[in-house]
């Protein structure tokens, strides 16, 4: 939620945004993750943390994850330029769907009543919260059709490779900041992003660096959460509590940049609660 409201204060802050003619979004992710690399590094080298050194194999078993996040960046920038915000929310969760979905083929997950209530109750108060806004375009439909997939994709195998690459946590942060920036930084590249911010001067501060600095320290702490998270419940649960974070980020929004919570957001956060009320207590009951 930190790095969500950091990273947004770099793309929506104006003292920055009449610098730059374009965009920085990929560029940003990829210095957040030289930061994670530097860190995770950095405590290896105080024999905080252990884990092997990277070898070809673990890269060809960790890519797939790294992929299919890119390909959750490109689609989800698309779907943002064809839809809606409220549009593309709705499609968030018909993502969470396919992710339970995937999770029952995959990883045998239990189909419950109330976890099928919770799903309903969420895209149910999401289609409500867009009611007003629901123009879509074919462009739109496949773009956010293609996100929904790689997103599924995204941590369902994110789920089997916690369980089957042989490497420490703090290893997988690691090799997935390192191959995230291998991906990335081309593409970056490719998109311009580096070019205008070599040439734009006003934005090497310290202030727009220590941002980026503090923004990648989170990201370290949130890709070592999201392992472990994946690993101890599961892809629908993780996906249901990224879900849940645009609560907090609605209201941190609200007390560092002001942002206006309007009728429709108060509702669709009502709603969001209680399908993540459901959820975790369809959860919680199914182990006793």
Excluded at 138 to 164: E, I, P, Q, R
Excluded at 192 to 204: A, C, K, M, P, Q
Excluded at 208 to 217: E, H, P, R, V
Excluded at 265 to 270: D, M
Aim: proline share 3%.
């Amino acid at each position: 939620t930190l790095r969500s409201n950091v990273s947004h204060f770099h793309l929506s802050n104006e003292s920055y945004n009449h610098l730059i003619d374009g965009d920085l979004n990929l560029l940003l992710v990829v210095f957040q993750a030289i930061v994670a690399v530097v860190a995770v590094e950095g405590c290896k080298k105080m024999k905080w943390v252990e884990y092997p050194p990277i070898t070809w194999q673990l890269v060809k078993q960790w890519a797939p994850v790294n992929i299919f996040f890119c390909l959750m960046l490109f689609t989800g920038m698309a779907s943002l330029e064809h839809n809606s915000v409220p549009i593309v929310t709705i499609f968030k969760n018909v993502t969470n769907i396919v992710t339970f979905c995937g999770d029952y083929i995959f990883f045998e997950a239990k189909v419950e009543t109330l976890v099928i209530l919770a799903f309903a109750v969420m895209l149910s108060g999401a289609v409500a919260a867009a009611w007003h806004d629901m123009s879509v375009s074919w462009a739109g439909v496949m773009w956010m059709a293609c996100n929904c997939l790689s997103t599924s994709a995204y941590v369902l195998y994110m789920k089997f490779a916690t369980k089957h690459v042989k490497i420490p946590k703090f290893g997988m942060v690691f090799l997935n900041n390192l191959l995230c920036i291998g991906f990335l930084l081309p593409a970056a590249t490719l998109r311009g992003e580096t070019s205008i911010f070599f040439r734009t001067t006003d934005l090497h501060t310290l202030d727009y660096t220590s941002k980026n600095l503090f923004a990648g320290l989170i990201g370290f702490f949130l890709n070592f959460a999201s392992l472990n998270c994946v690993a101890a419940t599961g892809p629908t649960t993780y996906a249901i509590v990224g879900a849940m974070n645009k609560i907090p980020v609605a209201f941190l929004g609200y007390i560092l940049f002001d942002n206006v919570i309007s009728q429709e957001t108060w509702a669709f956060i009502a709603v969001s609660m209680t399908g993540g009320f459901l959820y975790s207590y369809a959860k919680i009951s199914s182990k006793k």
